[in-house]
């Protein structure tokens, strides 16, 4: 089955403690995304990748890495995560030149305290 | 102003009337338009694409795109109970192919 994975899909943290929140496409797809998505304030993306070791800064990138060393998997890191990074985050990916119709997987819900 | 806006609802239909979902954007040069369905507690999912002006239709879907006005609608024709959702739209702009830009939603309520 195609499909997008992530995990954890639920997380408690506290402040000042790293993390990674794995993503795993199936589809072969060459671009991957993270978004996080917030009330009123809709999906906002965080980072891509258009291929493998080739990432760039979304809308909303404090705070956050990524990497992309293999094609399959795009992991987020919170080097040290504060409150203001509860959020349920997406991972994305698409087989079309770049952020056209993706693929998102289920989500993960985070929450720092 | 937001780049992409959306009226947050709820949108209120009766079981079988059309539901028309709208949004404008603010990047004259954006070229490619999404809608996105998202259920409670789930994940995003692509129900539309449209890139040319005019209408597209899919099933019981209907992308309408006007790019002098900077408006793309979502018609639901035959509304069920099961579309009561979110439905976000999201246009790839200025910034290029590698970003998509969503608004905050407009919650369909359907009711039988």
């Known amino acids: 089955e195609a499909q997008v994975t992530q995990n954890p899909r639920y997380l408690i943290t506290v402040t000042g403690k790293k993390l990674t929140v794995t993503c795993s496409q199936n589809m072969n797809h060459e671009y991957m995304s993270w978004y996080r998505q917030d009330p009123g304030l809709g999906l906002r993306q965080i980072y891509y990748s258009m291929n493998v070791e080739v990432t760039d800064k979304g809308d909303v990138p404090e705070g956050y890495k990524v990497s992309r060393k293999e094609k399959r998997n795009f992991p987020l890191i919170l080097e040290s995560p504060s409150p203001n990074q509860t959020s349920l985050y997406f991972c994305?990916?698409?087989?079309?030149?770049?952020?056209?119709?993706?693929?998102f997987g289920p989500g993960t819900r985070l929450t720092v305290t | 102003q937001k780049e992409v806006e959306q009226n947050s609802g709820p949108l209120s239909v009766p079981e079988g009337a059309i539901a028309s979902l709208n949004c404008t954007y603010s990047?004259?040069?954006?070229?490619?338009f999404f809608w996105y369905r998202q259920y409670s507690g789930k994940s995003p999912e692509l129900i539309m694409s449209?890139?040319?002006?005019g209408d597209k239709e899919d099933g019981r879907f209907t992308a309408q795109l006007n790019k002098a006005s900077q408006y793309v609608s979502l018609l639901i024709r035959d509304s069920q109970p099961s579309d009561s959702a979110t439905y976000l739209c999201a246009v790839i702009g200025s910034g290029g192919y590698n970003k998509l830009i969503f608004g905050a939603g407009t919650r369909l309520a359907v009711h039988p």
């Open positions: 990047d004259r040069v954006s070229q490619s």
């Open positions: 449209i890139y040319s002006n």
């Open positions: 994305a990916s698409s087989s079309d030149r770049g952020a056209s119709e993706q693929y």
